[in-house]
């Protein structure tokens, strides 16, 4: 191997001094070409002090051997790349990069240009302390943004009008976007009412938010794709920058609206979920015992086989359970045989890789064949990269009977390919700015990315300084110390380092322009700001606890609430651990959470804390562990559910008695069944007797419509030409007493076709053929056309008639006939049995949609012993009262037309006097709308 070295010369640096800088390191050297000219490493020729100082080495370890020899020995070695340093050398032009060593830990900007043909010079900067600053500006912002997006609840921020009207969402989370189903940038152009239930009402919340500043209300939002989800809305007023804005935690309580549904349904529930894991349980076995007698069967014939192999082999069947894995699998993937054999292949890969396995199984299946990779897990917790090649071993019918895989460990080799092409792709950026000058600010030296600085200074290589550097320069060399500068060139940021050399009496220049680093610094800092905000002013506590080596919770972060809630100060609670807050019995409680949060990286439980002064606080939380800087942390979203608590212990109770009842309905249940067992014989016994009754009912039935159909027939059929011949007598006679006979024929005629028709009726009634045709009737203008129509009737018995009626009562459904015969019935028997002089009064009133009338009088009364017998037909002819006329059917018949109106009827008599009362309802709520069939 040749090289060709540059010439030891001194290069334009050494001869301007800047070699001598005291912080800045300075590196020159020249490339190492092998036989065919192509660049292979370089020789360092000359470091200044400031680069031995830093790393511990002597010039004689250093000039004149190679920096790969420097890489591979003892000190904190910081070298720029082969690659930045030939294409520096071959461009001819200056070249920048911003590098991290590992050996120093340390962050370094690198500088290098070519002063000669085949030489360079490097310049080095520590930057740690910069860097350092960046990155904890972004950590900061990263992890309010991560508390943010992984809080479970859906978190979202909307501004608010002056009428208290929601304005468009300026912040959601990704809890929100996920339940309702639109994206980030969809909710942020909508409003609340967007995706509110326009049938649910949130007006009293509102009030209540802009008058206390904060609610927690129920609501229901509408998804993207329809669903309605119940949800508690926790909201808190916070003003930003001078602004009011409403910041809202969602959290969905579909399951606790469902609760109850599930409590009332588990009786029914539980026979039927023993019934199916009974038949599960059965499929299960049965599938068992096949997949094990095709394990034996397929055992023998390739246990030679695998267990020579080299490389991992395994078998799956067609669902992807193991079937057998040979030794070098297991030597492979450090498990035992046992450990492996009927799981699921998804179960040794990394959850990345998991859709990717269930997406290829199927196309393995279908093709016969597969050549692909998975990362999957070691036994120790360790990746390894498998490469997978196999077939698929098909049965007569053409099913998957299992599968064969070959698999081999490609870890390290792609370990080996990752790191050789990082080590080939360091980034390049521009140079920095490098300038010289005269203590009295003469320009000596400067390089071409000074361009930019010279021009804001209005000023070149040979000019001088404006005034204010003058000074400065002036300062800075009698000081002899350095000093540090940010100027502004226009929208260009740069940060100045001013080095004297007095040895040389000239200041050496360093810039490097920050200009994207102090816009990154001033949106890492308003990023910080807002979700801080976002994190201060969120209505349910967050506590961010960071998990310490022995296991124990040690508060890191906590916002407002929570300092309000528990009655700590800031400094008080970031001295808490989890013994502080939580009362002894809540632990018992956070271990199943705790296992859940490593399995799955969530957990949602319920413990008791503790405020500052022992008060304790019944808690829901939603916990989320997760890994920030290094350190695994749990993030608590912690909701006071003291009211929440109060109501579950109402809801055991009523579930204690529903169990209770349960329990003695399964008793009553049991002993019912006995009973019915008993009675077996008993009921086929009356169901004979029943059919025979019922045989005879109807034959009675019908032998009584035909009686009735007949009666009215013979009666009707003579009384039709009496009630007109009497009629047209009665206006013709007017001598006496033949006029006063023929008016008695005709009451007499009016009076038998009257009974007649209740007789008609109460037969209807009783074999269920007296029907209503139902109109709007004004019954209060009934009441007065019949009182009217009845009022000659009182005055000839010098009766007092009166009535006590409202103004107005609105319509009922009924039919006006029947109920004009049921008050004429009334009227007829209170002025029957109503002495002269005495007093009868209709009334009506009405209260919750039902009417009551009421006919009082002063009459004889009726004794406690007849008034239970008044409604039965016939009764006044089973008792022989002759004193008035009658068959005792009108107030059966009363009874009847009450009844088929959807009301009552009933008669209280104190000894004296006797008053009737009966309802109707309003409407057609409870009346049944019948028509009567003219056949019947």
């Not at 294409?87 to 991290?100: A, H, I, N, R």
């Not at 014989?681 to 019908?702: P, V």
């Not at 004794?863 to 008792?879: C, D, I, N, T």
């Amino acid at each position: 191997m040749n090289a060709k070295r540059g010439k030891s010369n001194k290069s334009a640096l050494d001869t301007l001094g800047l070699f001598e800088h005291p912080t800045i390191s300075f590196v020159r050297g020249s490339i190492v070409y092998d036989k065919e000219s192509k660049p292979i490493d370089y020789e360092i020729l000359d470091v200044n002090d400031a680069f031995l100082k830093f790393t511990g080495l002597t010039k004689e370890k250093v000039i004149g051997r190679n920096s790969s020899n420097l890489f591979s020995g003892e000190g904190k070695v910081a070298l720029p790349p082969l690659n930045l340093i030939v294409k520096t050398v071959e461009s001819g032009k200056p070249q920048s990069v911003e590098l991290f060593f590992e050996s120093s830990k340390r962050w370094f900007s690198i500088a290098a240009y070519r002063p000669s043909a085949d030489q360079f010079v490097a310049m080095f900067e520590d930057i740690t302390d910069r860097k350092r600053s960046e990155l904890s500006l972004k950590a900061s912002e990263e992890r309010f943004r991560l508390l943010f997006d992984l809080c479970n609840d859906g978190a979202m921020v909307h501004g608010m009008s002056t009428d208290g009207s929601p304005t468009p969402f300026i912040e959601v989370n990704v809890a929100a976007c996920q339940r309702l189903g639109y994206t980030r940038d969809e909710l942020l152009k909508m409003t609340p009412g967007d995706i509110d239930d326009k049938n649910s009402s949130g007006t009293t919340a509102i009030h209540k938010f802009m008058s206390d500043g904060r609610v927690v209300f129920e609501q229901t939002h509408v998804a993207k794709d329809g669903r309605r989800i119940p949800v508690e809305i926790s909201s808190k007023l916070a003003e930003i920058e001078g602004k009011p804005f409403a910041i809202s935690m969602v959290r969905d309580i579909t399951d606790r609206k469902l609760d109850r549904e599930r409590l009332e349904a588990l009786v029914d529930l539980r026979t039927q979920e023993l019934t199916e894991a009974n038949r599960r349980l059965i499929a299960e076995i049965d599938e068992r015992i096949k997949a094990e007698a095709e394990l034996q069967k397929s055992e023998a014939y390739f246990r030679s086989l695998y267990e020579k192999l080299p490389v991992g082999y395994q078998s799956l069947n067609a669902e992807g359970y193991f079937l057998e894995v040979n030794p070098a699998w297991l030597q492979t993937m450090g498990y035992e045989r046992e450990e492996v054999i009927g799981r699921k292949f998804c179960e040794f890969l990394i959850p990345e890789q998991v859709p990717l396995f269930l997406e290829r199984f199927p196309i393995f299946k279908e093709r016969g064949e597969v050549q692909t990779e998975f990362t999957m897990l070691r036994k120790n917790g360790s990746h390894a990269l498998i490469s997978v090649t196999g077939r698929i071993d098909y049965d007569p019918e053409g099913k998957v009977r299992k599968t064969h895989c070959l698999m081999l460990d490609i870890t390290e080799q792609r370990r080996i390919e990752k790191e050789l092409y990082r080590l080939a792709s360091f980034p390049l950026v521009n140079p920095n700015p490098v300038m010289r000058c005269s203590p009295q600010g003469e320009i000596l030296f400067a390089n071409n990315a000074s361009q930019p600085i010279l021009e804001c200074w209005n000023t070149r290589i040979g000019g001088t300084l404006p005034d204010y550097w003058r000074s400065q320069i002036s300062e800075i060399f009698a000081s002899g110390q350095m000093k540090d500068f940010e100027i502004v060139c226009g929208k260009r940021f740069f940060d100045l380092k001013v080095f004297p050399n007095l040895e040389l009496g000239v200041l050496n220049i360093y810039a490097l322009e920050i200009t994207k680093r102090k816009q990154i610094a001033k949106d890492l800092e308003i990023s910080e700001a807002n979700y801080r905000m976002l994190f201060d002013k969120a209505s349910d506590a967050m506590i961010l606890w960071e998990i310490e080596a022995d296991g124990a919770y040690r508060v890191r972060e906590a916002n407002r609430m929570a300092l309000e809630r528990y009655g700590y100060t800031k400094e008080e609670m970031l001295k808490l651990g989890g013994q502080d807050l939580n009362t002894p019995d809540s632990f018992k409680y956070t271990s199943d959470a705790v296992d859940q949060m490593k399995n799955t990286g969530y957990a949602v439980y319920e413990l008791t804390h503790r405020t500052k002064d022992g008060r304790p606080i019944p808690s829901e939380v939603y916990g989320h562990a997760f890994e920030l800087n290094g350190k695994q942390v749990v993030l608590s979203v912690i909701r006071d559910i003291s009211e929440r608590k109060r109501a579950d212990a109402e809801k055991a109770r009523y579930q204690a008695q529903l169990e209770s009842m349960v329990e003695e309905r399964t008793a009553a249940l049991s002993a019912e069944i006995a009973s019915r067992q008993k009675a077996e014989e008993a009921i086929k016994t009356l169901y004979e007797h029943e059919r025979s009754l019922s045989q005879a009912l109807k034959r009675q039935i019908d032998e009584r419509i035909f009686f009735t159909r007949a009666l009215v027939h013979e009666l009707k059929t003579p009384l039709t030409p009496l009630l007109g011949s009497s009629e047209i007598m009665a206006k013709m006679t007017k001598e006496e007493p033949l006029g006063s006979l023929s008016r008695n024929i005709h009451s007499g005629a009016l009076q038998l076709q009257r009974r007649i028709d209740q007789l008609l009726d109460l037969a209807k009634s009783e074999v269920g053929l007296l029907k209503l045709r139902l109109v709007p009737v004004d019954l209060l203008e009934l009441i007065k056309d019949v009182a009217a129509y009845t009022t000659p009737a009182a005055a000839k018995k010098e009766i007092k008639f009166l009535l006590n009626l409202p103004d107005s009562m609105p319509k009922i459904q009924g039919e006006r006939e029947y109920l004009n015969r049921l008050l004429l019935n009334l009227i007829d028997n209170a002025f029957k049995y109503t002495p002269k002089s005495g007093q009868v009064t209709i009334g009506a009133t009405l209260e919750k949609e039902v009417i009551t009338v009421e006919v009082v009088d002063t009459g004889i009364g009726i004794s406690p012993e007849k008034l239970g017998r008044l409604f039965v037909p016939y009764s006044r002819v089973a008792a022989d009262e002759s004193k008035f006329a009658g068959l005792g059917l009108g107030l059966a018949l009363c009874k009847t037309i009450i009844e088929l109106h959807g009301g009552s009827i009933w008669i209280e008599s104190p000894g004296h006097g006797t008053t009737v009362r009966f309802t109707l309802p309003v409407g057609q709520k409870r009346v049944k709308i019948v028509e009567e069939d003219p056949e019947q």
